[in-house]
T-cell receptor, first 113, second 113 residues
Framework: KAGVTQTPRYLIKTRGQQVTLSCSPISGHRSVSWYQQTPGQGLQFLFEYFSETQRNKGNFPGRFSGRQFSNSRSEMNVSTLELGDSALYLC????????????FGPGTRLTVL | GQSLEQPSEVTAVEGAIVQINCTYQTSGFYGLSWYQQHDGGAPTFLSYNGLDGLEETGRFSSFLSRSDSYGYLLLQELQMKDSASYFCAVRDPGGAGSYQLTFGKGTKLSVIP
């Protein structure tokens, strides 16, 4: 079975721009979660989608948004980029979102200049 | 909210045993997980403890004491490839039966010859 894939793997943007990141979960997994990883804050939960509905949201500003499609693929969008948004963005999938294990993708490394 | 504490760095010798501790403060407890992340890689699931006691998976074991809000990851017969960051994480209930993960800041393990 193919693992979680994320595109693009690397991205460079400038302040004020917006960006869209994509995540394809493992086949059959309906829950997709997004995390931001930075050296200072570690791994922080952004939001979780299941069956095209956002079920859970972390403590991030409204500039961070996401969606999920009927095939469980998910996108996250960050608008009006700030320097502090530079991070590794990881998505993780699981069958239902209430299990013990999440499967992470390789991440998208976003650099904001 | 949830908070987890773990040492930032640990160094151990190849072939030895190392223990990585994790203490947590949570408003509710739904299990402690451990993830491994190599530099530039995705976090991968190692183990989960929902109840007190020891869980063993090959060279890795994880322990939980809910009364002490404490857990640890034990790595035996250390190999150079075990050099990585190790994260403890607690499950946080979200909406509609979902769970998100709240991570500790991670422990960077360096295995030396």
């Amino acid at each position: 079975k193919a693992g979680v894939t994320q595109t693009p793997r690397y991205l460079i943007k400038t302040r004020g721009q917006q960006v869209t990141l994509s995540c394809s979960p493992i086949s059959g997994h309906r829950s997709v979660s997004w995390y931001q990883q930075t050296p200072g804050q570690g791994l922080q939960f952004l939001f979780e989608y299941f069956s095209e509905t956002q079920r859970n949201k972390g403590n991030f500003p409204g500039r961070f948004s996401g969606r999920q499609f009927s095939n469980s693929r998910s996108e996250m969008n960050v608008s009006t980029l700030e320097l502090g948004d530079s991070a590794l963005y990881l998505c993780a999938s699981s069958i239902s979102g209430n299990g013990n294990e999440q499967f992470f993708g390789p991440g998208t490394r976003l650099t904001v200049l | 909210g949830q908070s987890l504490e773990q040492p930032s760095e640990v160094t151990a010798v190849e072939g030895a045993i190392v223990q990585i501790n994790c203490t947590y403060q949570t408003s509710g407890f739904y299990g402690l997980s451990w993830y491994q992340q190599h530099d530039g890689g995705a976090p991968t699931f190692l183990s989960y403890n929902g109840l007190d006691g020891l869980e063993e998976t090959g060279r890795f074991s994880s322990f939980l004491s809910r009364s002490d809000s404490y857990g640890y990851l034990l790595l035996q017969e250390l190999q150079m490839k075990d050099s990585a960051s190790y994260f403890c994480a607690v499950r946080d209930p979200g909406g509609a039966g979902s769970y998100q993960l709240t991570f500790g800041k991670g422990t960077k393990l360096s295995v030396i010859p």
